[in-house]
Structure formats: C-alpha cells, structure tokens
C-alpha cells in the first residue's frame, strides 16, 4: 500500500503553481515604512556623550551648564551618559591635539554604530585659534567623520542645544 | 636678609620689570639652591626657560620681595632645584619638553607634557627638530608591593571635563598613591605667541584657561604692560578688576556644583547652576562675553561696560548674596553630605608651605597668601580685604573658603563699580623691546605671565597657571583616600588641565 502511493506521488507534478519573487519596490517600501515608524517611536532619545580633545576648558564650562537644571536636557530626550560604549552622540570639543589623537579614535570605535559626531566650538571644527601648531593635528574632522558643527568660541548652551534638538529631529526621521 | 635673598642678590642684575631678573652662575645657583632646602619663607612661584638661560621666580615672604633669577644651561645642563624643593621636578620636566634643557641631578626624569606625539622634538629651543610623532605610553611609577594593585584612570575621563591620565596605586579600596601624567592639552600655545604683538597674542593669553580666562589675560596683559614701560588707564584697571571678581563667583559656584555632584548630593546642583548661570548672561550683556574671553587686552580692556551694565552686576551680586546662606546651609546641615567632605584630602599644611600652593587648596591648609593683599595694586590696594584661611586643609575647608570668598566678592562688586573711574579705555603699546612680569589672582589662585619684547614683538613668553601647584599638591593628599573619593578629591582641588598644559 504504502509503495504504492509512493510510486504514484513519483509520477504526479506538484498540485500548487510555481511563484516568482516577491516585488521588490514592495519589500523596500515597506522595510522603509517600518524602519521610519521605530525610528519615530523609538528615535526621539539620544544618549550623549562628551570628548575633551585637548581644548581650553571654556566650551566644557558651557556644557556644564547645558547639562544643568536650567536647560534640564532630559525633557527634550538628551541625556549625558558616563561612557562611550552607551553614547548615540559624541560632542567633541576643542582642537583634537597629537597627544590626545589616538584616544579621540578609540573613543568613537567603542561608540556602536549608528552614532553621529558634533564638533562643538570653533576649535573643533578647524583648530581655531590653534591651526597650525606643532601639537595638534586639526578639528575633530581630523580624526573622525563629523555630522554637524556647531560654532562658537565657545558656543552659548543655548546655540548648543539647538544644534542638539536639530540632530534630535534629523534622528527622528523628520 | 635670607640667605636665599642673599645668593639671589650676589649674581649681576639685567631689567625686568617690575623686579630686576638676577643672574647667576652655575655655582652661585647650586649655593642658592642649597639655601633653598632650609628656607622656609621662600617660595618657588615658577621655573621656566629662553634659549639658554633657565628662570625661576621666588618669592621671600619676610622681605616681600619678588625675585627673578637666572642660571646659564651649559651644555643642555643647568643644576636642578628640585632636590630642595619638590614642586620643581614639575617645571623642570616641562623644561627638558619644551626646550631640551636638561636639570643635573632632577629628582624626576620622565617627560611630562611631551608624549612623543608632537610634529617637533623640544619646540621652543633655538633649532627644534621635526619628528614623525608615534606616542609612546606613558611611564608610571610600580606598584612595589604584592598586596597593592593599579588602577588606570584616563586620559578620556566620565563627566564633563578635561583631558588627564591618572594612575591610581591602591591597598584594597585604598588609595596608596595617586600620580597623575598630563600634557593631553598641549596645544603649543607659547610657540604660537612668538613673534606676534602682544595685542595679537592675547588671543593665546585668554584661551589658556577658559575658566580661567580673565585671570590670564590680566596677568598677560600686565605683563606686555610692564615690558613696554607703560601702565593700563585707571578705568581699565577696575573694570578688569569687576571682571576677576566676577570669574572669580562663577568658578567657585562651578566649583562646588562639582563637589556636590561627585559626592552624588544633588540639591545644591540646581541653585548653583542658576545663578552660574545668571552670572554667565550678566557678564555676557554688561561686557560682552558669557566667560568675558577676550575682553582684556595689554594696554586696558576692549570695550566699555554696557550703560546699565553696572545695575546689571549689582542685581547679580544681590541674587548671590541672597541664595548663597541657603546652598551654605545644604553644605552644612545635611550630616551625610558633610561627612563625606570632612577629612577628605588632607593636604597638611607643611605640604602646602613646601609646594608654595596659593588660592583655596593653599589658604584652606593654613597659607595666608593673596595677590590682591600681597601685591596691593589699584583698585584693591584701597579696599578692606580680608583673606580668610584654615588650617584643616580637607574638603570641608576648601569648600567653607569657597563660600565665604563668594560672598567677599559679592560685596567687593559694588563697591568696585561705585569707584569706577572715568577715562579712556585702552593705550596703544609702544613697540618697544622689554621683559617684564604680570600677575593675578585668579579662583584658583596666583596667575603669573611673563613676557619677552623685542621691537613690539613677542620674542619668549611663559605663563604659569595655579594648576602647577595645585596637581602636586592633590598628588600629597590623595595619598589615604577611598578610591571612591578620587573624583570628590579631584572637584574640591579644582584640578584644571588646560592652563598648565600650555
């Protein structure tokens, strides 16, 4: 009995129709569509966190206060975290000295990946007053790929955290 | 007379302004540095070099005299001083880093700023050597011990702050020795103000420290002023004096917002940081600047205070007055939080004495010492100014100074903008050759610049941040802590990196 049904099925195409692949555009469009939709749930928070690259100190005593209760970053999703490994965000701030090269990049290769780079101040972003020294090797673009500069010397908490909520909103799929 | 003043005074002397620079032989410098060992009134403010002479800057607190005194290098060699006094290792490691000389005999060898990363191999000698920089690691003194283990700290380091590389030597939870290895800043800042006017170079002056940018740019300014035989107008001088007592608020409320948050107390946080804050839009519309970077040049200020800039302060003044006795009494009342701070990084007053430290780490361990009394110059030379000091030399004390030089200088700020003198703002430089030597008394304590002219231009120039002091001086006391309390130990220090990095 059992051979029986087995020759039989032998002899027998299969009873369901061959297919094509599936339509490409379709997958895409729908990939993105969910891709956009976690990122609108899920992307409005960015943890930052803060590389001193050798500058003055000024743009630290400025995002101090950026990261005191008087902008109270947390209402807007930004939070400063202790280390790199927890960071969306890196801020680096003032000229990427030669000395401090090497622990710049470190930092951003335990950064995981999505991540964006602020070069906060004008010394990030080309050296500043410091282009051309001996001991340094330039802004941070320098070392890493920067996102977005925000300038000033040193730039106000308040210019810092528009820069902030605009990468906030870019992170947000707007 | 010492028998330091004496040495001092045996050698010929060449101009510098205000004091006359002492230059000695290599013999006569060794019996200097020999006397150094048993003078007790006699602190090394400083030791730097220019081409082939190696400076240092005392300061005889008997005779009040400042005295600036050279030695030839011979030969890449000059006869250290830091077996007399320990502070100097520092200044002559930076010394080898900067301009190749070496100190016979140093007490430490290793390099300090340069970490073999630089594009030029000892920048500021007569013919620098270019060099393909490949760091090396930094060399760390051994745990000797079997029972002790090491803790690496930095240079990348959690928070909001600079650049420093620590290695924390420990016997459990511990701490046997802290040393700490910087130069991570290094922005070769001395290099750059050569050959510029002294106008130019501020710019350098006032980045420095950027919490500290006032009080560099008045010690610089001071001393291109001196150099070129001319004096800032008097409005000029007290409006730079409104500035140095506004940093000097906003970095001791910075100060404290940082001790209480890295002993984890955060109540005080938000008060402090509002009126940090106030303060920053304060200076920002009444001079210009949030930090009033740039808002000193040699020969006076950049531009006049705003027309209400002066209510502006004073309303500023009043807030802090008014808030400061509620976050005094978070400070003290709260037992948990105070705790923490008593007995926290004891720095023993013959320590303080032997290391010269100003500002609050050296007052809270017993050192009567501040520019604005010592050196009394207008406008403070007619203002009653108390200089509050303590013996116990922890935490708790140099947070308690803190407070009360706040509120000093609330009450210091009206009086100064009531005695605003009117006049021009600035007097150009004449571009003239000179030497000469400025100063200030910053939050963090003495500030000293000095200068080098020649035709109107910078030919050699040093500057000496608190910070030279002030990290030796945290090394002394870590010794005992909690590892726990390294970073409340680092806030209450106020250890900053940039100014003494260069």
New interface residues.
């Given amino acids: 009995m059992v051979w029986r049904t087995v020759f039989r099925s032998a002899l027998h195409r299969p009873a369901a129709e061959p297919v094509g692949a599936a339509d490409a555009d379709m997958t895409t469009m729908l990939a993105e569509r969910l891709a956009a939709a976690a990122q609108a749930r899920l992307g409005r928070s960015l943890a930052i966190r803060m590389v001193a690259a050798g500058g003055c100190n000024g743009c630290e005593v400025e995002l101090r206060l950026l990261a005191s209760a008087v902008y109270d970053l947390e209402r807007f999703g930004l939070r400063i975290v202790a280390s790199p490994r927890h960071a969306d965000v890196l801020l680096v701030a003032g000229p990427v000295t030669r000395t401090m090269h090497e622990a710049v990049l470190r930092t951003w290769q335990a950064t995981p990946d999505p991540k964006w780079v602020v070069a906060v101040g004008d010394c990030a972003i080309d050296g500043g007053v410091f282009r051309g020294s001996y001991a340094i090797s330039g802004g941070a673009d320098a070392v890493l790929p920067v996102d977005m500069a925000i300038r000033g010397c040193p730039p106000t908490p308040a210019q810092l955290l528009d820069g902030l909520r605009c990468l906030l909103e870019a992170n947000a799929g707007r | 007379m010492s028998a330091v003043s004496e040495a001092v005074r045996a050698g010929w002397t060449t101009p510098c302004h205000p004091w006359p620079r002492h230059v000695l032989d290599a013999a006569a410098w060794r019996a200097m540095a020999a006397a150094l060992a048993d003078a007790p009134g006699v602190d090394l403010i400083a030791q730097w070099a220019d081409g082939q002479l190696v400076h240092a800057l005392l300061h005889d607190r008997a005779l009040g005299a400042m005295l600036p005194v050279s030695v030839p290098v011979d030969s890449g060699f000059y006869p250290t001083l830091s077996r007399a006094r320990p502070a100097a290792a520092w200044f002559e490691r930076m010394i080898r880093d900067l301009w190749g000389h070496h100190a016979e005999d140093g007490r430490d060898g290793r390099p300090w700023l340069d ?1 073999g ?4 191999h000892a ?1 500021l000698s007569a013919r ?1 050597v270019a060099v393909s ?1 490949q ?1 090396e690691p930094p060399e760390f003194q051994a745990a000797e011990a079997a029972h002790l283990h090491q803790i690496p700290l930095g ?2 380091l ?6 420093a590389q620590m290695r924390l030597t420990a016997a459990g939870e511990r701490v046997v020795r802290l040393e700490a290895r910087l ?7 001395l ?2 103000m050569r050959g510029k006017s002294p106008r130019a170079a501020a ?2 002056a006032a ?5 500290a ?1 006032v009080a560099h740019s008045i010690a610089f300014a001071r001393a291109a002023e001196t150099a070129s035989g001319i004096a800032a107008p008097p409005r000029a001088v007290a409006l730079r004096a409104v500035m140095l007592e506004l940093e000097r608020i906003a970095s001791h409320l ?1 100060d404290l ?2 001790i209480a948050d890295a002993a984890g107390f955060a109540p005080p ?2 008060p402090l ?2 009126l ?2 106030t303060l ?1 839009r304060t200076a ?1 519309a009444a001079l210009g600047h ?2 009033m ?1 740039d808002a000193v040049l040699p020969g006076g200020v950049a531009a006049d205070i705003a027309p209400d800039g002066a209510e502006a302060i004073r309303t500023a003044a009043r807030q802090v007055a008014e808030l400061l006795p509620v976050i005094r009494s978070l400070f003290a009342q709260t037992q948990s939080f105070a705790e923490r701070l008593a007995g926290c990084g004891v720095l023993r007053p013959e320590f303080a004495a032997a290391l010269a430290v100003g500002g609050v780490v050296g007052r809270a361990s017993g050192r009567s010492a501040d520019l604005r009394r010592d050196i009394a110059e207008p406008p403070y030379d007619t203002l009653l100014l108390g200089v509050p000091v303590r013996q116990e030399g922890d935490a708790a004390a140099r947070a308690r100074l803190r407070f009360e030089e706040i509120a000093a200088s609330a009450t210091l700020l009206p009086d100064l903008l009531a005695a605003l003198p009117a006049g021009p703002l600035n007097v150009p430089l004449p571009p003239v050759g000179g030497e000469g030597i400025g100063w200030a008394e910053g939050a963090r304590g003495d500030v000293w610049h000095w200068l080098r002219l020649e035709g109107g231009q910078i030919m050699a120039a040093f500057a000496r941040d608190p910070g030279w002091l002030v990290w030796p001086a945290l090394e002394a006391a870590a010794a005992g802590i909690a590892v726990a309390d390294v970073p409340l130990c680092l806030a209450s220090f106020g250890a ?3 100014g003494m ?1 260069l």
């Fill in positions: 970490h990363a630089w594009a030029l920048p620098p920089g760091p240079p990348v959690s928070g909001i702050g600079e650049p130069g991570y800043a290094h922005k070769g800042t290099a750059l710019r350098f980045r420095l420290a950027g919490d940018t910075s917002a940082l946080g938000a940081a509002r940090r804050e920053a920002a949030r930090l970077m900053t990196v940039s990095d």
